[in-house]
């Protein structure tokens, strides 16, 4: 296998590895926040006898809190992303200045 070739796989699962953390991070925020509200819902709802009340409200409630955990992760993997195509860029820059 030729210096590039490494080269470029190395770049693929580079952003392989980036894409599935961001996947895995994702998944997280809507799986815990509700499965959580899910039980704890049911089982204060058979507590205080009050039936969907409390299953509801905490299924809502994890919602907006996997928004939220979505739209964080999301902003910080485009933060992430935008500070490396800026340095790559400057990268080039300086390259071509240098060639002319």
Sequence with gaps: MSEDQKDKQTKDNEWLRRGLLMFAESSGWIAFP????????????????TAPLYFLSLTALAFIISCVGIGMVGVRYMKQ??????????????????DK
Excluded at 34 to 49: M, N
Excluded at 85 to 91: L, P
């Design 34 to 49: 509700v499965i959580g509200a899910l039980f704890l819902g049911r089982w204060l709802d058979e507590k205080q006898d």
């Design 81 to 98: 992303i935008d500070k490396e195509y800026k340095a790559k860029e400057k990268i080039n820059n300086e390259s071509q200045k240098e």
